[in-house]
């Protein structure tokens, strides 16, 4: 017995002091999952060296090294239990194919990516069964249909961009159950009718809806917003709803049906630092002085039917670096402010308007320090200025202009 005792404390000190956590084999049904995903995409897309090429299966997906399903991550759980697909990260490779349903089943993934191929068909409803995504990312590719319903019920999700497909219908409203999201992308679609309103959505610093086919008056947005694009659509009336986000930096509107005033809340907004108001029906800019507080470098205003005078205001945005005012109505002479910013402007753009008058030397002295245009207006101006090339009106097209601001 006595001989027996080192060999029973030998095994038993192997097995006791053996690691408690050991890695484990992936979960069977994900495997199939990877399967079926692959098998969605067309072989003779699938270039060398790509992600999906890595993925053999006659390895283990979480238990592989070095180059083996790229793409890839998972869980390592500390006990016994199976490991799990967490992530689909895949390269721009081109991959031609479907987006299977069976995803759907992979219910500890945490991100999406697929950007940059050519999937298409509808994004699969089984997506909303996993309810651990916090971003999916779809952008540029051929997708079709419509958002899927049951997306709103993915509470953690941060990040949605399904950017650049061919996605139609209409936003749903139930989309603004997504409180957890930061970003959401939808642009460059067929998205067609009104958008509901988002102010619920309160995390959200980043939206984008330009180019689609979205109308009706701007809804209430959430007053997180930093960036918010939505050039390229239908939207009418005014810009009222938007003169509040205090937290804005970037807005572009361009491309709009907007019409009435360029508000002088929008010149007060203390973080904003780019304002795209271009190609819309807008008639008033309202230019309050400033006092130094505001960050705005960058006013596009072209395209209008802005009328009156050129604001005087504008000089005291000590930030400002780049104007465009070009295809509007103002009349009227440059006023002398301007000569004395012009020189710590990078950009200004007056052409297409009826001002009247000489240029002020100013302007020829910094011809090589400032892009942008006078032509097409009633000016003085030197054929060796830069700024001048194109050519002006006749003076009496811009005599008589009604002089009003309104």
């Known amino acids: 017995m006595g001989k027996l005792m080192p060999l029973f404390c030998l ?26 995903v692959k098998r969605s995409i067309d072989p003779n897309a699938i270039p060398p060296n790509s992600y999906l090429s890595s993925w053999d299966f006659k390895l283990d997906p979480c238990e592989t090294t070095g180059g083996q399903f790229l793409g890839i991550l998972c869980s390592f759980p500390l006990d016994k239990s199976p490991s799990r697909i967490t992530a689909i990260d895949l390269d721009g490779a081109g991959y031609q194919g479907f987006l299977t349903s069976a995803v759907g089943n992979l219910t500890e993934l945490t991100f999406i990516n697929l950007r940059k191929n050519h999937f298409r068909g509808p994004i699969p409803r089984s997506i909303s069964n996993l309810k651990k995504l916090t971003r999916l990312s779809l952008s540029n590719n051929f997708f079709t249909g419509t958002i899927p319903l049951g997306l709103n019920t993915l509470k953690k999700l941060e990040s949605l961009d399904i950017s650049f497909n061919e996605l139609s219908g209409t936003i749903h409203p139930s989309i603004g159950g997504l409180r957890g999201l930061t970003f959401l992308s939808l642009s460059n679609n067929g998205f067609t009718g009104r958008v509901p309103d988002l102010s619920g959505l309160w995390q959200l610093k980043t939206l984008d809806l330009s180019r689609n086919q979205l109308h009706g008056n701007l809804p209430n947005f959430p007053v997180s917003l930093r960036t918010l694009i939505l050039s390229q659509n239908l939207f009418l009336g005014h810009l009222t709803p938007l003169n509040k986000l205090s937290n804005l930096r970037v807005l572009d509107v361009s491309g709009n049906r907007l019409s009435g005033a360029i508000t002088r809340e929008f010149f007060t907004l203390p973080k904003v630092t780019q304002l795209n108001l271009s190609n819309n029906h807008f008639t008033r800019l309202e230019v309050v002085r400033s006092f130094g507080q505001e960050e705005l470098q960058v006013l596009d205003a072209k395209g209008n ?12 945005l000590q930030n400002l670096t780049t104007i465009n005012l070009s295809y509007n109505q103002f009349f009227g002479k440059i006023p002398d402010a301007y000569a004395s910013r012009v020189g710590d402007w990078s950009a200004l753009y007056l052409d ?20 942008g245009s ?9 054929d060796d200025v830069p700024l001048c090339e194109g050519g002006q009106r006749k003076v009496e097209d811009c005599i008589g202009r009604p002089n009003t601001s309104g």
């Open 352 to 371: 297409h308007n009826f001002l009247l008058g000489k240029l002020p030397a100013q302007f020829a002295q910094a011809a090589q320090r400032i892009r």
């Open 11 to 36: 095994v038993y000190f192997t097995l006791c002091s053996a690691p408690l956590f050991t890695s484990s084999l992936t979960l069977e049904s994900d495997i199939q999952v990877l399967r079926v």
């Open 305 to 316: 039917q802005l009328r009156g005078h050129l604001p005087v205001n504008l000089v005291t």
């Open 374 to 382: 006078l032509s097409f207006n009633c000016l003085r101006c030197p």
